[in-house]
């Protein structure tokens, strides 16, 4: 899996909301004027009568209000005039990274990247998953950027520095890709989805411990892997040329998902639309690594750098991402290649 989680506004004439980068909301009780009352009067308080609004010939309504609400008013509309960004709005903008894009009938993936003004490049390096982006089925969501680039999931351990680096992207760029909401590189949150702009995938030199291209994994030893589910599921996708990337294991939602073999979380997150949906990836050293797809939810305490044992509980299988139906999508790498996890599993 390479990288990797549209909320409708209001007409800005109708809907004028208040910016907070402007006008912090401390800062709004203090522009109000502070009215103190120190006496109580039985004077008649004098009423004004305000005619009615009228707006393109429009009558807006009239009020029989005193002269202390009309000031009052005055000073709402003034608030008014300035946008308010709510919570809800933040967060959509956060994620605004890319769109979830629902496959329709004829749609290839020259079309969806025309429609969208991107390379085709970007469209497979975001759905790493899709095993054949040249045959695309109706009704699958896949990843659009919103600009060239690529999403990421951030690991246990990463850097700005490495993530620009994988993908010959500039450090700079991330940090000023608003939707990622950094400011400064040391925020960097593990298992988020952050967005690499102009990120392009390149090959990665092997590291020095990495074996040559031809050698073999190390012997398995017995008992050292395990099957990652507590029920035995059943098996309707192998590792192959159709399905290069790991095992489907079919079962209900809500079987729990346990670690094949001993090691440290390195991924706990992921998107529930889209993709591999909600997936744990482990670091079991000597080059290993496990992921789980497809989880109903990414329980709490499950998070990078959790270090798990061989038959610990991660998670409970579900049927989000790019799923069919519920079941657990199961790989092992070793040093990122892709192989058969049954042959880990005998």
Do not use: C
């Not at 393109?56 to 008013?73: H, K, N, P, Q």
């Amino acid at each position: 899996m390479i990288g990797l989680f549209p909320v409708k506004s209001g007409d800005a004439a109708l809907d004028p909301r208040l910016n907070v980068a402007q006008l912090s909301f401390p800062g709004l009780a203090a522009s109000a004027p502070l009215v103190a009352q120190t006496e109580f009067s039985a004077a008649p308080q004098p009423l004004t009568v305000r005619a009615p609004d009228v707006s393109e010939g429009t009558l807006l309504g009239a009020d029989d209000v005193t002269a202390a609400e009309l000031e009052g008013r005055e000073l709402a509309a003034e608030n008014s005039s300035i946008e308010v960004e709510d919570a809800e709005t933040q967060s959509a903008r956060r994620v605004a990274m890319y769109q979830n894009y629902v496959v329709q009938e004829g749609d290839t993936l020259t079309s969806i990247a025309s429609d969208f003004g991107l390379d085709t490049d970007y469209i497979v390096w975001n759905n790493a998953d899709i095993e054949n982006p040249n045959r695309l089925s109706p009704g699958v969501q896949v990843i659009v950027p919103y600009v060239p680039g690529i999403v990421h999931a951030v690991e246990f351990d990463e850097t700005l520095t490495d993530i620009a680096r994988r993908y010959d992207a500039d450090t700079t760029d991330i940090l000023n890709f608003e939707a990622n909401s950094l400011s400064d590189p040391n925020e960097l949150q593990a298992d988020k989805l952050i967005f690499v702009p102009y990120g392009r995938i390149v090959p990665i030199a092997a590291p020095s411990i990495r074996p040559g291209a031809n050698a073999a994994p190390p012997p398995i030893t017995s008992g050292e892997w395990q099957w990652p589910a507590n029920v035995a599921g059943t098996l309707t996708s192998r590792f192959g040329p159709g399905h290069w990337l790991g095992i489907d294991i079919a079962m209900p939602v809500g079987n729990e998902i346990v670690a094949s073999r001993s090691g440290v979380v390195t991924f706990a997150g992921g998107d529930p639309w889209v993709s591999y949906g909600y997936y744990i990836k482990i670091d079991h050293g000597d080059g290993w690594e496990t992921t789980y797809a497809h989880l109903r939810e990414i329980p709490e305490g499950m998070s990078n750098g959790v270090f798990v044992n061989r038959g610990d509980f991660i998670a409970f299988s579900g049927n989000s991402g790019n799923s069919t139906g519920p079941h657990l999508h199961f790989e092992t790498r070793w040093h990122n290649e892709p192989l058969d996890p049954l042959e880990q599993l005998q």
